[in-house]
């Protein structure tokens, strides 16, 4: 059974930092891609960010392009999320997610994660 723990979540000022861990086990297949998905309240879920396990390749979101950093442990199993610079705008709960690979749409957005964990909340205020 795959189990996704996140970590990290918190308040915060604007223009401050956080870093999101995620805490992966139970998978059954050797590649995949592991990331972070959000969602705002009244907003519809948005692909954060991804890592492929195959050659380490990332996606971002134009959103959070050059503030946030995605970074894998795979001896620990742990995937992080360092968020740099944050804006009232990244308010949401953050989920970490697993699929076999980090699928980009013809949009450039991330989509088909299969696994969940349950979230993170982060509070950005003004």
């Known amino acids: 059974e795959v189990q996704l723990v996140e970590s990290g979540g918190g308040l915060v000022q604007a223009g401050g930092s956080l870093r999101l861990s995620c805490a992966a086990s139970?998978?059954?297949?050797?590649?995949?891609?592991i990331g972070w998905v959000r969602q705002a309240p009244g907003k519809e879920r948005e692909g954060v960010s991804c890592?492929?396990?195959?050659?380490?390749?990332?996606y971002y979101a134009d959103s959070v392009k050059g503030r946030f950093t995605i970074s894998n442990d795979s001896a620990k199993n742990t995937v992080y999320l360092q968020m740099n610079s944050l804006k009232p705008e990244d308010t949401a709960v953050y989920y970490c997610?697993?699929?076999?690979?980090?699928?980009?749409?013809?949009?450039?957005?991330?989509?088909?994660?299969?696994?969940w964990g349950k979230g993170t909340l982060v509070t950005v205020s003004s």
């Open positions: 890592i492929s396990s195959t050659d380490g390749s990332t």
């Open positions: 997610a697993v699929s076999r690979g980090c699928y980009i749409d013809f949009r450039g957005r991330l989509y088909g994660m299969n696994y």
């Open positions: 139970g998978f059954t297949f050797d590649d995949y891609g």
